[in-house]
């Protein structure tokens, strides 16, 4: 219901009413009522646009179904080690010391 972008939008259209009792041209119960009014305002209208913006968007398309991924087959861990082997390479990879 509140958040910080509804006091951001209150605290700048109440601005003027902060800078008036700042300088003394307000009394500082008016300010404050000014300042209230506007954080009221600000939320109701925050809360009318978020119950009304469903309802003027229509429905959501329904997303796009992404093709089935068929998962390939990983070969052995000996098969891999064999085929290194025939390469020369695996006694850079061998668990075991030579």
């Given at each position: 219901?509140?958040?910080?972008?509804?006091?951001?939008?209150?605290?700048?259209?109440?601005?003027?009413?902060?800078?008036?009792?700042?300088?003394?041209?307000?009394?500082?119960?008016?300010?404050?009522?000014?300042?209230?009014?506007?954080?009221?305002?600000?939320?109701?209208?925050?809360?009318?646009?978020?119950?009304?913006?469903p309802l003027?968007?229509?429905?959501?398309?329904?997303?796009?179904?992404?093709?089935?991924?068929?998962?390939?087959?990983?070969?052995?861990?000996?098969?891999?080690?064999?085929?290194?082997?025939?390469?020369g390479l695996?006694?850079?990879?061998?668990?075991?010391?030579?």
């Amino acid at each position: 219901m509140l958040d910080l972008r509804v006091f951001l939008v209150a605290a700048v259209l109440a601005s003027p009413a902060v800078f008036r009792a700042a300088d003394g041209t307000l009394p500082m119960e008016e300010a404050l009522t000014r300042v209230l009014l506007v954080m009221l305002g600000a939320t109701a209208v925050s809360l009318l646009v978020r119950t009304l913006w469903p309802l003027l968007a229509g429905p959501t398309p329904e997303p796009e179904r992404l093709p089935e991924i068929v998962p390939t087959p990983v070969e052995d861990d000996l098969t891999l080690v064999s085929e290194l082997d025939d390469d020369g390479l695996g006694g850079l990879f061998s668990p075991r010391p030579e």
